[in-house]
């Protein structure tokens, strides 16, 4: 068991923070502040590699591992979890669907401009009345012909202000429940699919966050990711490893608002020594990077043991469980480390406050990851 990273990944984990240090960080207040993601960030990333590093070189991806994309996703979350959040959505949602579930040409048609940086991607699963129950939802894909015909809505459906390709859900046959449900993808400029306004969220306001209807879509039935039926276990296994990345992203929240929490006590001074010099105040920080670490290993674990092939459902729901409830009691930490100051804007503690809830609740609430790893113990 070897606990340390190799150099390979410690490489690419620099050039990860320094990227982040360059060109994220400076734009991170303001795209927070106006709630629109910078879209030359976007074609950086795209340009970098960084929006295709766990898929294959054969369609334009990096070839990377999937603890390379942890890693990445640790430290630009580090300095902006709505970028984390971007990267995620279209990597371990939108991109695992097609790449896991696709044919060849599905593969080379929507997979390869995905990750060789010339489109962005989205998933569509949430509606109004169906969250964490996704057989609750209405929306219908119909067969008619060559094509189905789509109607209903999805909302907080993440990248969808500017992406290209849409992943989504429907049912094709209600009776059915989860068993029912279809997956598709589908090109933003087809004639039903609609994109409304950004939805206000407390945090990651700068990530796109739309609901979109679609009135009559017709996909023809190539565009039908695998069988009919097989939707419900398409989105739960790239849910599986999304939640890894999430974890990552929660971590990276966690050592950012830690760093800039220690940057301030080394700096401010009260009662004429320094907050860093007081005892409390470094026990408190002991405690919070001990459990940052914690939680950073957790999804290390993870990230390996899907790399390794193995079941890596129950670590997922491990690592996102620990680490998004770290990233809150961290981020909380360093704004009461700061005080009045942690809770102004002027520093981005209490951006990364904000932005640290939504990782108990996306991609699967922290209830839910208790759901799945309670199911793995084989308790009941």
């Known amino acids: 068991m070897d606990f340390k990273l190799s150099k390979t990944h410690l490489l690419q984990q620099e050039l990860f923070r320094r990227f982040a240090a360059a060109e994220i960080a400076p734009l991170a207040e303001e795209m927070d502040e106006t709630e629109v993601y910078n879209l030359d960030l976007l074609k950086k990333l795209h340009k970098y590699g960084m929006m295709g590093i766990p898929y294959s070189k054969e369609y334009g991806g990096a070839g990377a591992d999937y603890l390379t994309y942890v890693l990445c996703m640790e430290e630009l979350s580090a300095a902006d979890a709505s970028t984390g959040i971007t990267i995620s959505v279209h990597t371990s949602l939108a991109c695992s669907c097609i790449?896991?579930?696709?044919?060849?040409?599905?593969?080379?048609?929507?997979?390869?401009?995905?990750?060789?940086?010339?489109?962005?991607?989205?998933?569509?699963?949430?509606?109004?009345?169906?969250?964490?129950?996704?057989?609750?939802?209405?929306?219908?894909?119909?067969?008619?012909?060559?094509?189905?015909?789509?109607?209903?809505?999805?909302?907080?459906?993440?990248?969808?202000?500017?992406?290209?390709?849409?992943?989504?859900?429907?049912?094709?046959?209600?009776?059915?429940?989860?068993?029912?449900?279809?997956?598709?993808?589908?090109?933003?400029?087809?004639?039903?699919?609609?994109?409304?306004?950004?939805?206000?969220?407390?945090?990651?306001?700068?990530?796109?966050?739309?609901?979109?209807?679609?009135?009559?879509?017709?996909?023809?039935?190539?565009?039908?990711?695998?069988?009919?039926?097989?939707?419900?276990?398409?989105?739960?296994?790239?849910?599986?490893?999304?939640?890894?990345?999430?974890?990552?992203?929660?971590v990276g929240i966690a050592q950012g608002a830690l760093n800039e929490a220690i940057k301030y006590i080394k700096e401010r001074k009260q009662f004429n020594k320094r907050i860093?010099?007081?005892?409390?105040?470094?026990?408190?920080?002991?405690?919070?990077?001990?459990?940052i670490d914690a939680a950073r290993l957790l999804a290390y674990r993870a990230a390996v043991t899907k790399d390794n092939g193995e079941n890596y459902g129950p670590q997922a729901a491990m690592a996102k469980l620990y680490a998004s409830r770290i990233a809150n009691d961290v981020t909380r930490d360093a704004v009461q480390l700061m005080g009045g100051y942690g809770y102004s804007r002027e520093y981005p503690v209490e951006r990364m406050m904000r932005d640290a809830k939504i990782t108990e609740i996306y991609e699967g609430t922290s209830e839910v990851m208790k759901m799945v790893i309670s199911g793995s113990m084989k308790i009941s």
């Not at 699963?125 to 015909?149: C, I, M, R």
Request: with cysteine.
């Open 99 to 250: 790449d896991g579930f696709g044919t060849p040409a599905q593969k080379e048609k929507w997979l390869r401009p995905l990750v060789s940086g010339l489109k962005t991607g989205c998933f569509g699963l949430t509606e109004p009345n169906a969250g964490s129950d996704a057989a609750g939802q209405q929306t219908k894909a119909l067969l008619d012909g060559d094509a189905y015909v789509i109607n209903g809505a999805k909302i907080f459906t993440t990248n969808a202000g500017f992406a290209d390709t849409f992943v989504m859900f429907a049912m094709t046959d209600k009776s059915l429940g989860t068993k029912g449900i279809s997956a598709f993808v589908i090109d933003r400029n087809t004639p039903g699919l609609t994109v409304g306004k950004n939805i206000h969220r407390m945090g990651i306001r700068a990530a796109s966050n739309c609901e979109v209807a679609y009135d009559n879509v017709r996909v023809p039935v190539e565009n039908r990711l695998g069988k009919e039926g097989e939707g419900f276990k398409i989105a739960m296994k790239a849910l599986d490893a999304g939640r890894i990345g999430i974890a990552g992203q929660a």
């Open 276 to 291: 860093s010099s007081f005892q409390n105040t470094q026990f408190r920080v002991a405690d919070m990077q001990t459990l």
